[in-house]
């Protein structure tokens, strides 16, 4: 209620020192109109300098927008191709460069590319820094994977403290 209150007020006193400063301004503009002058700059946006800007800003925002779309794609493609454990199918929209290098990647890479961040991929895939571990994107033969080993033995170290007698308590 207080605060309704205040805010009323508060516009009141806005609107009313508002109409001050345009009163005390309009003889100045009266006399600048008088001599030639103008009252004041165009508004704001309207200049061709601005409008230049608006559409290279809205270029660039649409390149970052495709180029976190095909970076997310890459880690879809890579997230598919370790769940069914072969190279999946690329999407059919991405560019004819990552068609041909996506498919030869090896299971190891496909990892390092899971393993970074979106900024990284786009980056890697835009050449603009390289992933280690990664080849760079490039016409690359098709990759086989082979079978990932179902289970692995573990270290004779583990074994022989497996093994061991336990200490009497």
Known sequence: MLRSIVSAIGAALK????????A????????AGLLGGTTGGP????????????????????????HDKVARAVLAW????????MPAPVPAWLPRELKSWLPGLTRD???????SNNQAVSAHV???YTLTGVRKVQLLE??????????VEPT????????APRPAA
């Open 43 to 66: 508004p704001a946006g309207d200049g061709p300098l601005v409008s230049d800007l608006k559409s290279e800003l809205a270029e660039r925002k649409s390149q970052a927008d495709n």
């Open 156 to 163: 004779p170290g583990l074994v022989r403290y497996a093994i």
């Open 109 to 115: 890479e496909v990892e390092t590319l899971l393993s």
């Open 142 to 151: 098709s990759a086989e994977w082979p079978p990932e080993p179902a289970f």
């Open 24 to 31: 005390f301004c309009l003889p100045g503009r009266l006399f």
């Open 126 to 128: 835009r050449k603009i």
């Open 78 to 85: 890579a997230a598919d191709s370790i769940i069914g454990d």
């Open 15 to 22: 609107g009313a020192f508002s109409f001050v400063w345009e």
